[in-house]
Each structure stands twice: as C-alpha cells, then as structure tokens.
Nanobody
Framework: QVQLVESGGGLVQAGGSLRLSCVASGRTFSSYAMGWFRQAPGKEREFVGAITWSGSTNYGDFVKDRFTISRDNAKNTVYLQMNSLKPEDTAAYYC????????????????WGKGTRVTVSS
C-alpha cells in the first residue's frame, strides 16, 4: 500500500508560481512512477505529467514547458513546479503512483492522494 498526501496548493495571481509536493508512505516509493493529474469542476481528470523511477519525465500537451516534475526518493516526495500560471490552470491537483501504467489514463494508476486545490486569479 502507498498513501499519498499533497500540499502546496493555494491562491495565486495569473503569471505567478506554485510548487506542489506529494509525500508518499511506504518503503518502495522509488520503484513507482509518480504522476500529477488535475480536475476542474465539471471536467474530466486531466494528465499533467509523470516521472519514472529513474527520473524520466512526460507531460501533458497543455504544459508547454511551464511545469516541471521532480522527485526526491530519499524524502519519498515528488514535486510539481508550476510557473506562468493561468486562470485555466485552476483545478484540484492530484498525485498518483503506479507501476506498469499508461501515463495519461487515470484508471491505470494504482494509488491516489486526496488532492490540493489551486486557484489562479486573473
């Protein structure tokens, strides 16, 4: 079992930055791919990005170099650095962990956090 707890969400003005963190329980954190998804009200959960156990990253098309995912296996933590935020980035952001996953398919991820809310004002 892996438990995930996100933090770092909040209110930010357009053009600003936030860094989200996700701390995972369990001794096998380093063997999991870690991902970030987001979900705005009334919309489907959307793939933001992911990082493999070895540090390779993959991002959703909308990211366009604004977001960066990193991980610190010694701290069981994955980060999502978000820059140049836009009002359309407003959503709940969720951390996920999995093995043998298809990145963009939420149903293929094994574990989820409860989310942290990001609000970007114009």
């Amino acid at each position: 079992q892996v438990q995930l707890v996100e933090s770092g969400g909040g209110l930010v003005q357009a053009g600003g930055s936030l860094r989200l963190s996700c701390v995972a329980s369990g001794r096998t954190f380093s063997s999991y791919a870690m991902g970030w998804f987001r979900q705005a009200p009334g919309k489907e959960r959307e793939f933001v990005g992911a990082i493999t156990w070895s540090g390779s990253t993959n991002y959703g098309d909308f990211v366009k170099d604004r977001f960066t995912i990193s991980r610190d296996n010694a701290k069981n933590t994955v980060y999502l650095q978000m820059n140049s935020l836009k009002p359309e980035d407003t959503a709940a952001y969720y951390c996920a962990a999995g093995r043998n996953i298809y990145y963009e398919d939420p149903s293929s991820w094994n574990y989820w956090g409860k989310g942290t809310r990001v609000t970007v004002s114009s």
